[in-house]
């Protein structure tokens, strides 16, 4: 498996990307330049210099300082929002795949209810019923995008449930929760490294999307998306304030969405047989 991934270059590339923004987002306060909320009227829009290496914005603070910072909510938020949906429509599809019945009637039904709503409008309608914070952002991404996690993990466990080892196990009386942890779950672990993989861009546009419009994180904290809001009336005449961190949501969000491509290669069984 390891051979596998060390030669698909774009899992290679992927991967190391995502780790290198993740490590200068834990590292920011050796990393940027400057305070991030340092403001300096004086400065604004200053141009690129070796004290601010990506200029100023309208209120004179370090654009790259800004750009560093941001990396925490913009990718520490979209994780926390992806491993709660995975927790939850993990939980949820291995319940209604093994035990079926009526645990997968209710399950399976109340996951048709949320699924045939809009998720960006049910986001905007959870964030305006519980109001503007970043929690209730996480909160109504979850309860959201659980139920497609449910959907496609409910698949993947009842392709698995019917396999001799779990029979066996299940002939010789062995507890209904060891079946699920030993067996079902690393039986459909890649599914969820993949899926979760492809979640994560998902979430960070949400979150920025949510930031731009004022739903998510709040001024002056420095977050993409926010960076967005505040630079778009000065998009013509200061196009660096909107370009930087567009381009920035863009090069992530590809990354995560080719490393989940590239991690279905690696994982694939029937790649791993051959």
């Not at 995975?86 to 009637?105: H, V």
């Not at 503007?132 to 959907?151: E, M, P």
């Not at 979150?207 to 998306?225: K, R």
Request: charged share 15%; proline share 5%; glycine share 6%.
């Amino acid at each position: 498996m390891l051979q596998r991934f060390l030669h698909h270059k774009t899992a290679v590339a992927t991967v190391s990307l995502v780790l290198l923004v993740a490590l200068i987002g834990i590292f920011a306060p050796w990393i940027a330049p400057n305070d991030p909320l340092a403001t300096d009227i004086i400065n604004k829009f200053a141009p690129y210099s070796a004290e601010y290496p990506l200029g100023t914005d309208n209120l004179g603070r370090c654009l790259l300082s800004r750009m560093i910072y941001g990396i925490r909510p913009t990718l520490g938020l979209a994780v926390l929002t992806m491993l709660g949906t995975i927790c939850l429509g993990a939980l949820m599809g291995l319940l209604a795949g093994y035990f079926r019945g009526w645990i997968e009637e209710v399950i399976m039904r109340v996951v048709d209810v949320m699924l045939s709503f809009p998720s960006q409008v049910m986001v905007f309608a959870v964030v305006a019923l519980l109001g503007v914070s970043v929690q209730n952002v996480i909160i109504a991404n979850v309860f959201i995008k659980w139920a497609w996690y449910a959907r496609m993990i409910r698949t993947g466990v009842m392709q698995h449930r019917n396999s001799n080892y779990v029979l066996f196990s299940r002939c010789i009386g062995t507890p209904e929760r060891f079946v699920l942890l030993r067996h079902l779950v690393p039986s459909i672990a890649s599914d969820l490294a993949v899926l979760a993989s492809l979640d994560v861009g998902w979430a960070i546009i949400n979150i920025s999307t949510l930031s731009f419009l004022g739903l998510g994180v709040q001024a002056p904290t420095p977050e993409w998306g926010a960076m967005l809001n505040e630079a778009k009336n000065v998009m013509t005449s200061n196009p660096t304030q909107m370009i930087v961190p567009g381009i920035a949501i863009v090069v992530l969000v590809s990354a995560f969405n080719l490393m989940g491509d590239a991690l279905r290669d690696v994982l694939d069984p029937k790649e791993v047989s051959e």
